[in-house]
């Protein structure tokens, strides 16, 4: 399967504790982006990587929020000190750097927080 | 900020049917991409649209562009319950220095009923 592939699917944690997600990009792809989508919403942006560097953050990413694609290649998504609120599905993306290029989704992480 | 506006939100439809759904904006996007969404799943590409008034043929599904850029339709003809699905439209655009990312809508809740 060479599509973008997202680790782990499904993550139940208590409020506080720290979880770290991880995606691997669909591989020839720079362009890396984390969406969050909650029930009843389309997803929504949060950050955006090309190559090794992070070019944009939303203000949905609150400074517990960080995220790393250290060799360009996959991404890590670190929430601390896990909220309620943080309970969402956590959406991995990949596209080329061309213009309309389409951007591919994973299958998600799905979040809760207890 | 950019918005997506989907419409219907919710739809519900007999087998057989056609339906068509839409997308709009008051915003130019340099493409448009439609996804369709299971429960617990990524969105999954369904198509790019990237020039003005173009239309695209996917089986039963017919997308066209908006001449101006701005909004899009899905329209399936016979529909059958397979289909069902969250059926969601993000306008793709670029932002502060040269990165892309995607606005989504909040989607189309689509049961089709045997």
């Known amino acids: 399967d060479t599509g973008v592939s997202q680790d782990p699917r499904h993550k139940i944690t208590k409020r506080g504790q720290n979880v770290t997600f991880r995606c691997d990009p669909i591989?020839?792809?720079?362009?890396l982006y984390w969406y969050r989508q909650t029930l009843g919403q389309g997803p929504e942006f949060l950050t955006y990587?090309?190559?090794?560097?992070?070019?944009?953050k939303s203000r949905l990413l609150s400074d517990r929020f960080s995220a790393e694609r250290p060799k360009g290649s996959f991404s890590t998504l670190e929430i601390q000190r896990t909220e309620q609120g943080d309970s969402a599905m956590y959406l991995c993306?990949?596209?080329?750097?061309?213009?309309?290029?389409?951007?591919?989704f994973g299958e998600g992480s799905w979040l809760t927080v207890v | 900020t950019q918005l997506l506006e989907q419409s219907p939100q919710f739809l519900s439809i007999q087998e057989g049917e056609n339906l068509t759904v839409y997308c709009n904006s008051s915003?130019?996007?340099?493409?448009l991409q439609w996804y369709r969404q299971e429960p617990g799943e990524g969105p999954v590409l369904l198509v790019t649209?990237?020039?003005?008034?173009e239309v695209k043929k996917l089986k039963r599904l017919t997308f066209q562009f908006g001449d101006a850029r701005k909004d899009s339709s899905l329209h399936i003809t016979a529909a059958q319950p397979g289909d069902t699905g969250l059926y969601l439209c993000?306008?793709?655009?670029?932002?502060?220095?040269?990165?892309?990312?995607?606005?989504f809508g909040k989607g189309t809740k689509l049961s089709v009923i045997p």
């Open positions: 993306a990949s596209s080329l750097q061309v213009p309309g290029n389409t951007i591919y």
């Open positions: 591989s020839e792809h720079n362009r």
């Open positions: 990587f090309q190559n090794e560097a992070q070019l944009e």
């Open positions: 915003s130019v996007f340099s493409s």
């Open positions: 649209v990237v020039t003005g008034g």
């Open positions: 993000a306008g793709a655009s670029y932002s502060g220095a040269g990165s892309y990312q995607l606005t």
